[in-house]
T-cell receptor, first 109, second 112 residues
Framework: EDQVTQSPEALRLQEGESSSLNCSYTVSGLRGLFWYRQDPGKGPEFLFTLYSAGEEKEKERLKATLTKKESFLHITAPKPEDSATYLC??????????FGQGTELSVKP | DGGITQSPKYLFRKEGQNVTLSCEQN?????MYWYRQDPGQGLRLIYYSQIVNDFQKGDIAEGYSVSREKKESFPLTVTSAQKNPTAFYLC???????????FGPGTRLTVT
């Protein structure tokens, strides 16, 4: 069964304190791993797509990496505006996205 | 501006009433999706459509219905058969049904 598990469920950081979010997955035929940011009461905002192990993508303070079993979203020197829920999803052979439950990030000034 | 619109943002209904949620996209995407999001749970797929006049059930289709008569539009009807309809509903689209999906702002439905 295709499955995505994100950890931790919640993460509290001080401004400037770097950390990483984890996304572990099992999928029959990976068709991409996707990271999204979701603010309260809003739709998810697309961040990155990773397709193969070893691939990395960066955007401002965020960097996503991918191995054969997991992906990490590294946050360098976060700011309060980075506070959000970060969702991970994998695409399977059927063309569906399987989502994890998300990591709620809070960055305090 | 290209994007996905959902209306209304908030919707209130009484039990036993059917309600239709709107989703429109002007991205010229072939595929469209409906998800449901509940607190503490990941997004769950209700229905999806890879092409006009065709759609498939997702993981939690019971109590819902859709139509795809136009490429730009994918309305979702929440019927009275849906046991727990109160939730945040998200519509998404993708270019070809294989890559990343782009989401609308969502509709929060409350049924009392």
């Amino acid at each position: 069964e295709d499955q995505v598990t994100q950890s931790p469920e919640a993460l509290r950081l001080q401004e400037g304190e770097s950390s990483s979010l984890n996304c572990s997955y099992t999928v029959s035929g990976l068709r991409g791993l996707f990271w999204y940011r979701q603010d309260p009461g809003k739709g998810p905002e697309f961040l990155f797509t990773l397709y193969s192990a070893g691939e990395e993508k960066e955007k401002e303070r965020l960097k996503a990496t991918l191995t054969k079993k997991e992906s990490f979203l590294h946050i360098t020197a976060p700011k309060p505006e980075d506070s959000a829920t970060y969702l991970c999803a994998v695409g399977n052979q059927g063309g569906k996205l399987i989502f994890g439950q998300g990591t709620e990030l809070s960055v305090k000034p | 501006d290209g994007g996905i619109t959902q209306s209304p943002k908030y919707l209130f209904r009484k039990e036993g009433q059917n309600v239709t949620l709107s989703c429109e996209q002007n991205l010229n995407h072939d595929a469209m999706y409906w998800y449901r999001q509940d607190p503490g749970q990941g997004l769950r797929l209700i229905y999806y459509s890879q092409i006009v006049n065709d759609f498939q059930k997702g993981d939690i289709a019971e109590g819902y219905s859709v139509s795809r008569e136009k490429k730009e539009s994918f309305p979702l009807t929440v019927t009275s058969a849906q046991k727990n309809p109160t939730a945040f509903y998200l519509c998404a689209s993708s270019i070809d049904g294989l890559g990343e999906q782009y989401f609308g702002p969502g509709t929060r439905l409350t049924v009392t």
